[in-house]
């Protein structure tokens, strides 16, 4: 009989606990996403050259009620693990994703320039270019660690 009233008094207490911490616990504004992405090579002309732009793309689906500019994420491999982190423009420059929506967020990791081309000659160019491929063709999935709302 005793035992079964100590039962019933923890229960008494820790079902009401249990509930107020599960209501005083932080809401996030964003889900915290891991998402599938990836690093474009492009291609293109400075005022040098040739230049090459390495950028970051994914999709954001928008859960907020409000437009998001930006997004903060952690670049990872296939194994998960971090290997860098970036801010990323979402939808079109001054637009954002607005609340509801998905749409694409992207950011340049890194720029070869033309002077920079110029610089090195070609052949160490190439090589330069294969290397930062190489490095960041590793991009599997990004993991959304914030959100910039639009004004």
Not at 85 to 98: A, D, K, L, Q, R
Request: charged share 25%; proline share 2%.
């Amino acid at each position: 009989m005793l035992n079964r009233s100590r039962v019933l008094i923890s229960s008494c207490f820790a079902i009401p606990l249990a509930i107020l911490c599960l209501t005083i616990m932080p809401v996030s504004a964003h889900d915290k996403d891991k998402v599938t992405c990836l690093v474009d090579v492009a291609f293109g002309d400075d005022a040098d050259g040739i230049s090459t732009n390495y950028i970051l793309r994914l999709q954001h689906k928008n859960n907020s009620r409000r437009t998001i500019e930006k997004v903060s994420v952690l670049v990872m491999d296939a194994s998960g693990d971090v290997f860098r982190t970036t801010e990323t423009i979402c939808g079109m420059p001054n637009v954002g994703i607005e609340a509801g929506d998905t749409g694409e967020c992207k950011q340049i990791l890194q720029n070869l320039s033309g002077r920079m081309a110029k610089t090195l000659g070609y052949d160490a160019w190439v090589r330069m270019v294969d290397d930062q491929k190489s490095q960041l063709a590793k991009a599997r999935y990004c993991e959304i660690e914030g959100v910039n709302y639009a004004e």
